[in-house]
């Protein structure tokens, strides 16, 4: 695959979910600037997602349906860098639906469509905005935040987690804090109110800032800090590029990121457009998550619609969407492979592959690759091409190509072709190439 | 297909580089029997580490219910005297204990009162490593259980010499050189292939093998997606065996964290010769409305553990197990305004098994001595408990593990 292509191929992989054939011609024709450009101004791109799904009816009032209508918004939007901040805020600024009861579905759209809207714009304005959002309320208890005995969930995963890191902030300042968002709670119809009877509205100091301090307050405060820039640019930086950022790279990101007064979409579109994003050192360089995989094997397939078990199947691959195994969300890279997950990735590639459109869709014509690519290299090099970016060491094409030629006596050809293709996409999408992203 | 016992025997070590992978594993492996476990003969068995996920409230589960400060402190979340197990004058268990009390009595629970370590964190996860690590002051990358296992002779390097029940491998197994898996069912633990054609099925292992020991190094993470892969394969039949044809005499509960330990007990009858098992039951971060989701747990985790020593009893090897609870941190000592408490610090610890001394360890710590913070001071350093574990049930070299001697408690021999 030349360069180019290659480039935008990695783009849209990190900065979306991937791309099918026809997305990615259209991009290259398009080129690399202009491509980021439209990925950071989604409001730019005419988009039927909502229709479509519209059309299919999800049951938003369970979870089961409110992640059924996710996934297939990932496969269907013509905004993927939106999307994607979607997942990343989802696993950053964390939730669950396990703390919401019967609420789950209404509140985790609700927190979604946050994220969606807000997901590139004013980091400041985010952080009021999800302090106020009532799955986050919920989750974190402070709903139950009171004067007089402050619970301090909220504002101590706010500082360690979602804002500032450990080290940079101390207890002192979590117990001030949680007095600041005393009162920050939830009415009947699960809007934000503040209680002003439970507010304590006394003196406090969050980080040297003193005054009788409420919640947006305190997160003047966290901005105030140069450790703030600093951590977001890089857990970016890493969602992004690559895991092991210099440190001058991220001081760098982080000064952009301050001058523009906590502009999410200008530190991502410097992240990028940045040499680092676009070195021979990104690419590849990071471990696909399970949603990642599962959606970008059915866009590199050409699928039109989700397995009704995705959700399931995620699981098993150790990313339960709405339900991350705790507020600091997936841990990713490495975390994501073990044996277990990585027979589940196998299996589900086994299924893809092996789908003949008895129980939904099928992927792949082996005879139609076969009249068109003729023989075992041309149809080893067309999904090499299609599933790794061509990206296949000498060694492991020559093992794929042992693989595809030997046909067993008394298998006719038809078989053959069946049997031998359907098992080389299968074999690609588990070897440890296609785990990368 | 030869399971990684038989690859090990013929003495092949698997390399990355360019190196093909060998012709013999081109041969389908017929099924072999499972030779015997082989324990080293200086550990007494294996040991179970349950953990309780988000920071169990240690006052409301060993209760000090004599003491007038605990309702003082607590009078919404005070639990109520009539309704607790005493264990002595001074303490006694949550009322949804009564299983693990039966196990007090019975000599097979051993409790470990305040447990900590000096300058507490309070954040879940770097409370959570620093018990993973047995590392409370610098950031130790690998886990206690790893370097155990890393430093053991436990049967051949590369087995199954860990297992871990759940979707992650926890950091404490992480070494480098030593394979435990993180399984959540057994049963999904199988390479599937197209079921059109069966017979497909050994040239496609074998082709992944090829691609996985012919990968080149090109990318940072290549090299361990290979070796994880290897491992899945290997491993995927051999633990496949024993999830076929076992069956227990005893009833699990139908909760998540039984089943789990329903899945250890059935691996302990398939005598692989895994060392140590780790099994989570989470939701004890009750910063509000503590006690129903408390009580609710504290049921769960006393009826699963009752279970699987019932399982162990049936299968005989009640005294060659060990299982041992604990959580990343206990909780403030007031209760908070959500009739729920915060992160604090030192925490009760419990030992089940037929093969140690029950009773009561450690000291419980003064509700009339909190630190400035108003948390409990510890009076046992978790290492401690980690060593007599070590060096008194798994027979190694706990100063080599931890970095640093500690002197082991009385509840193993």
């Not at chain 1, 013509?78 to 609420?103: A, Y």
């Not at chain 2, 990355?16 to 200086?42: M, R």
Request: glycine fraction near 10%.
């Amino acid at each position: 695959m030349d360069q180019a292509r290659r480039e935008l191929s990695h783009l849209l992989r990190r900065a979306g979910f991937g791309a099918s054939a026809a997305e990615l011609d259209r991009a290259v024709r398009a080129g690399f600037d202009a491509t980021v450009e439209a990925l950071l101004h989604p409001e730019t791109v005419a988009d039927d997602t909502e229709d479509r799904l519209d059309a299919l009816g999800f049951d938003l009032s369970r979870a089961d349906g409110v992640r059924q209508a996710w996934l297939h918004r990932m496969l269907y939007t013509q905004r993927p860098l939106q999307e994607k901040m979607v997942l990343f805020w989802h696993g950053h600024l964390t939730s669950s639906v396990t703390k919401l009861g019967r609420r789950a579905g209404p509140l985790m759209t609700k927190q979604l469509a946050l994220y969606r809207a807000q997901g590139l714009g004013n980091w400041r304005d985010l952080l009021r905005a999800v302090s106020r959002d009532g799955a986050m309320l919920f989750y974190l208890d402070n709903r139950l935040n009171r004067k007089g005995a402050p619970n301090e969930n909220y504002a101590r995963e706010l500082m360690e987690l979602f804002s500032l890191g450990i080290g940079n902030y101390d207890e002192h300042d979590v117990r001030e804090a949680a007095r600041a968002f005393t009162g920050w709670t939830i009415d009947r119809d699960g809007e934000f109110q503040v209680n002003a009877r439970q507010h304590d509205d006394g003196p406090k100091t969050v980080l040297g800032r003193s005054g009788a301090l409420a919640g947006d307050d305190v997160i003047d405060a966290i901005l105030a800090q140069p450790a703030a820039a600093t951590f977001l640019a890089r857990k970016l930086f890493r969602f992004f590029a690559y895991d092991d950022p210099d440190p001058a790279v991220v001081d760098r990101l982080a000064g952009v990121f301050r001058d523009s007064d906590y502009d999410l979409r200008t530190l991502v579109g410097a992240i990028l457009r940045s040499p680092e994003f676009r070195s021979d050192k990104a690419y590849h360089a990071l471990i696909k998550s399970p949603v990642e995989y599962a959606i970008g094997s059915l866009k590199l397939l050409g699928a039109e619609t989700v397995p009704a078990d995705l959700p399931a199947v995620l699981r098993r691959m150790g990313q339960d969407l709405l339900n991350p195994p705790s507020v600091k969300g997936w841990d990713g890279g490495q975390a994501w492979i073990n044996a277990a997950t990585l027979l589940e990735r196998s299996n589900y590639a086994n299924r893809l592959a092996s789908a003949r459109g008895e129980h939904g869709e099928s992927y792949l014509d082996p005879a139609e690759l076969v009249h068109r690519y003729r023989t075992p290299e041309g149809v080893v090099d067309h999904l090499a091409e299609v599933l790794l970016d061509g990206d296949c060491p000498a060694a492991s094409r020559a093992a794929l190509l042992d693989y595809a030629r030997d046909a067993s006596a008394g298998v006719n050809d038809d078989d053959a072709a069946d049997r031998k293709i359907r098992g080389l996409a299968h074999l690609i999408m588990a070897s440890p190439l296609y785990q990368l992203s | 297909m030869p399971t990684r016992r038989e690859f090990l025997r013929q003495g092949l070590v698997l390399v990355s580089v360019g190196v093909a992978a060998p012709a013999f594993l081109a041969k389908t492996g017929l099924a072999t029997p499972l030779p015997g476990a082989s324990h080293s003969a200086v550990s007494r068995g294996a040991l179970v580490v349950v953990q309780l996920s988000g920071g169990n409230d240690g006052l409301n589960t060993v209760v000090p219910y004599a003491d007038p400060l605990y309702r003082e402190l607590r009078p919404q979340l005070g639990l109520p005297e009539s309704e607790l197990l005493p264990l002595d004058a001074a303490l006694a268990f949550h009322p949804a204990l009564g299983p693990l009390k039966a196990r007090f009595d019975a000599g097979q629970l051993a409790v470990v009162l305040g447990v900590g370590y000096p300058n507490p964190d309070r954040s879940h996860f770097r409370s959570m490593d620093i018990w993973q690590t047995a590392d409370p002051a610098a950031y130790a990358k690998d886990g206690w259980l790893g370097r155990y296992l890393s430093g053991c002779q436990c049967g051949r390097q590369d087995e199954a010499a860990g297992i871990a029940i759940g979707q992650a491998l926890p950091r404490a197994f992480w070494t480098e050189n030593v394979f435990v898996p993180a399984i959540t069912n057994l049963g999904n633990y199988r390479f599937q292939t197209d079921p059109r054609w069966p017979d497909d099925r050994a040239a496609q292992i074998q082709t992944l093998q090829a691609l996985d020991a012919r990968h080149e190094a090109l990318r940072p993470y290549a090299e361990f997606l290979a070796q994880q892969s290897l491992n899945a394969l290997a491993s995927a039949d051999e633990l496949g065996r024993v999830a076929s044809g076992w069956s227990t005499p005893v009833d699990y509960p139908n909760t998540p964290f039984a089943q789990a330990l329903k899945q250890v007990g059935q691996l302990i009858a398939g005598d692989l010769g895994t060392r140590v098992y780790y099994v989570n039951l989470g939701g004890f971060d009750t910063h509000g409305n503590q006690k129903n989701t408390q009580q609710r747990l504290l049921e769960q985790l006393a009826a699963g553990l009752d279970a699987f020593q019932q399982d162990l009893e049936a299968m005989g090897k009640a005294d060659q197990v060990l299982t041992m609870t604990f959580s990343e941190f206990g909780r403030r000592a007031r209760e908070n305004g959500s009739q729920g408490t915060d992160h604090g610090t030192a925490e009760p610890m419990f030992l089940l098994g037929a093969g140690l001394r029950g009773g009561l360890y450690g000291s419980q710590p003064g509700l009339d001595n909190l630190d400035a913070q108003g948390d409990l001071q510890y009076q046992v350093d978790f290492r401690a408990v980690y060593a007599t574990v070590l060096m008194r049930w798994l027979g190694a070299d706990a100063e080599a593990v931890l970095g640093a001697p500690f002197e082991p408690l009385a509840f193993l021999a």
